[in-house]
């Protein structure tokens, strides 16, 4: 078949393992088996689903340049995370949701920026891992202006000024500006990031129909399975014993980013480092600068509502989190131990979590 005749038989296997998990997911959901092997059957169905989401956002973007490849891969890749949060929502799990947003940057910020660091710095010759300034330092004001409207919401709520009783209100109207100075960064990222395929990715294997059709197959696979997932995750961390915010800050999170996790590494192993670097951290400032907030809005259609306040060992957390990512990478390069030290930071914080 013309549209696939540049698909690898490993990618063919990894289509339908895919298939196989989403049906063995939907079965175990409707059959009302036990939460346990449920919740972990539905968890790598998810990355599964991640996995088709990041295929085909890949073959669109053997058309793009770099910049606008790591951008589509972003956006796309985050479906998952989406549908997750509003489904907790709609079942009343607000922890979950705040947590699983969180732990979105955190993982990206933290895990999967430090290990692809690591990765990278030993791939180079020098013992760096170089790229360009630009979407570091971009990205790093864009978690700076969401950390500062979680920052005030948070003083505001610890002094009970009177701004704290309107804090849903507060969180609608800082949503909207955040989406604002969101689509002032990204509309000239993209010119100035124009079309034309990149150098090192290669021909498409898929024809532009195919893709499309596996990116919507994909996000209809992401609706149910982040549904199931949903589901199961109450009666699976009771069973198990850990903590809400352990399952949304660090099962959900690295469920849900499974696969742009591996891209970022696989790229870093290949010494594409630019292209590594745009698809983690044009995933940070999704999450943090159009995801969130845009969750934010899509509350107010619940009982539930998702707002930016949280819990303040998280704001501490993600004051330092921005800190850190924006020194390490500001220059441009970054070495090793540099990589270890964002990776520790997220183990604590894993941890911190699992003894809540």
Known sequence: ???????????LVAFGGTVVLFA???VAHYAGAPAVPTFVVAAVALAGVAWMVS????ELGARLSPGATGLLQSTLGNLPELFVVLFALNAGEVVV??????????????????LTIVIGARRSEDGFM??????????ATLLLVTTFII?????SLASKDRASHDVESISAIAAVVLLFVYG???VPFIRDNPGGAHEAAGAPKLSLAAALTVLGLAGVGAALVSDWFVAALRPAIDQVGVSQAFAGLVVVAIAGNAVENFTAFVLASKGRSELAISVVK???AQIAAFLYPVLVLASFAFSTRLTFAIEPVYIGALVFTALAMWQITDDGEAAAFEGWALTGLYVILAALTLFE
Do not use: Y
């Open 1 to 11: 078949m013309q549209a696939t005749s540049g698909v690898r038989r490993n990618e």
């Open 151 to 155: 920052v005030i919401v948070g003083i």
């Open 97 to 114: 949701a705040e947590t699983s947003i969180l732990g979105s940057i955190f993982a990206n910020a933290l895990l999967v920026l430090g």
């Open 24 to 26: 063995a997911a939907g």
């Open 130 to 139: 170089h790229f360009s300034k630009r979407l570091p330092k971009d990205t």
């Open 282 to 284: 044009n995933s940070v």
């Open 55 to 58: 295929f085909g956002t890949e």
């Open 184 to 186: 002032a960064w990204v």
